[in-house]
């Protein structure tokens, strides 16, 4: 018995040297984490957070193999990094408050810049005031269109919107190309949203006449539609060469200047009144019965919008250099824009400003004054930002967060709702009902020498209340 008690001591033995030798094996191999730490994924590493970067081969409770695969994957993907730090900046840049979020200078493309969205929304203001609604003869003539020549507020709005638009093609584009969209994509959601937009302006105005055979058919979404839709595929076309911004600029800027050129020297034969000038001479021939006296968004204005459109895409894709620094990118636009107003004056005298026509004058020093403001006011609400700033530019911002939807609710407004017609009592006749709601109703609060104005901030006023509410669910309404 006891030889037998001793050789199961022995085996006993044996087998607590061979335990100790497996976990002394198992404790050399074998990477353990704490209890305490949480485990993600099957890792001992957790996934970095957007604000913090982590070296994976700093850490010390990295395992061999962990490292091993970590380098393995830089080599095979080298721009996760890159790409992964990008997010990271625009993620930071997202969770900042609204006034306080900064465009990173030579780094990141953005959508919106407050500055453009204030110079939508002056725009869209004065397109509303000069669209011909309430008492036409009431107006300030600041505020209406010039009678020929001449530059007013009123005659500012379509070509401010149709800068900014312009302006911004060139980062929409690249902001596609960006996200790995193929040319053929961009082209195909370019053209949609033009024959989308077209289609809706020419409804609004078939409402507004019911009849097929006199109806308008241009007008200001129409005239959007054409610019936005020829600019971008014009700009995508040279993107798709991969030529440099500068070359593109270049090129942009010369289709620009030579167009309004050609339309300088085409327009020298042609009387200075409406019924003599070429851009009534050739919108009558091609849209016979479809033109009033004069059409100001015809075919030879929307022409001479498009040449300016090309020199708006000129100055905006000095924007999408990314090695260049924002304030560097804002003056060489302040120096473009410069370099159109002395243009501008310089045909001033042989071709005057003409907002109806669209003159080259006009667009040229429309556009020159647009670069130099938006050069002025891009540090202010872009670059340096700050609460008093944001407060300032907030109710400009709201109206232009989306333009071409307030143009057309005020331009569906006008030929739906305002044409209502309602017995006057002032006058004893029907009357439209904007004409009656500035005759009737405010003439008591506001009197007759600025019940006009009283009308249209009201207007205004309520079409400001319906964005801001929009704007603060972060519905923005437009087309990109």
């Given at each position: 018995m006891k030889v037998k008690n001793d050789d199961i001591e022995k085996k006993n033995i044996e087998q607590e040297i061979q335990f100790e030798k497996i976990a002394k094996i198992v404790e050399d191999n074998i990477h353990f984490v704490d209890e305490d730490m949480p485990v993600y994924d099957g890792y001992d590493v957790p996934e970095p957070n957007e604000d913090v970067y982590i070296n994976?081969?700093?850490?010390?409770?990295?395992?061999?193999k962990q490292k091993k695969e970590s380098k393995r994957e830089k080599k095979v993907e080298p721009s996760r990094e890159d790409s992964s730090t990008e997010q990271t900046v625009i993620n930071r840049v997202e969770k900042e408050p609204y006034y306080l979020k900064e465009v990173v200078g030579g780094e990141v493309l953005k959508r919106r810049y407050t500055t453009i969205e204030l110079i939508m929304g002056i725009a869209?203001?004065?397109i509303i005031c000069s669209s011909g609604i309430g008492v036409l003869g009431e107006l300030p003539d600041?505020?209406?269109?010039?009678?020929?020549?001449?530059?007013?507020?009123?005659?500012?709005?379509?070509?401010?919107?149709?800068a900014s638009v312009c302006f911004m093609i060139p980062t929409e584009?690249?902001?596609?190309?960006?996200?790995?969209?193929?040319f053929k994509e961009i082209c195909i959601k370019k053209v949609k949203v033009g024959i989308i937009l077209f289609v809706i302006g020419i409804l609004i105005n078939l409402i507004g006449a019911w009849n097929f055979n006199s109806f308008r058919i241009m007008g200001i979404l129409q005239m959007i539609a054409v610019v936005y839709m020829v600019g971008s595929l014009l700009y995508v076309l040279f993107r798709r060469f991969n030529f440099k911004l500068s070359v593109i600029a270049v090129f942009l800027t010369a289709i620009g200047v030579v167009g309004l050129a050609g339309y300088y020297f085409a327009s020298a034969n042609f009387g200075d009144n409406a019924k003599s000038c070429l851009a009534y001479f050739v919108d009558s021939k091609v849209m016979p019965g479809h033109i009033g006296d004069f059409e100001r968004y015809g075919i030879m204005s929307t022409v001479s919008a498009l040449c300016g459109g090309c020199l708006a895409m000129a100055a905006g894709s000095f924007l999408c250099n990314r090695r260049v620094e924002n304030r560097d990118k804002s003056n060489k636009i302040l120096i473009m824009g410069m370099f159109f107003v002395i243009i501008a004056l310089l045909m001033e005298r042989n071709c005057p400003y003409n907002a109806s026509v669209m003159s080259p004058s006009f667009v040229m020093v429309v556009l020159g004054g647009y670069c130099v403001v938006f050069a002025a006011l891009f540090g202010v609400f872009d670059l340096n930002r700050s609460e008093v700033s944001h407060i300032v530019s907030r109710p400009f911002v709201v109206m232009g967060a989306s333009p071409v939807f307030v143009v057309g609710i005020n331009e569906f407004l006008k030929n739906t709702l305002f044409k209502v017609n309602v017995c006057s009592v002032a006058r004893g006749c029907g009357l439209r009902l904007d004409e009656w709601l500035v005759v009737d109703v405010l003439s008591a609060v506001f009197g007759s020498g600025s019940r006009m104005i009283g009308f249209l901030v009201i207007y205004i006023l309520l079409i400001f209340v319906l964005m801001l509410y929009l704007y603060s669910k972060k519905i923005y309404i437009r087309f990109k």
């Open positions: 994976e081969e700093s850490r010390e409770d990295t395992s061999p869209v203001i004065s600041f505020l209406a269109f010039s009678k020929w020549n001449g530059i007013s507020f009123g005659d500012l709005g379509l070509p401010l919107l149709l584009v690249e902001l596609d190309v960006k996200k790995k969209k193929s």
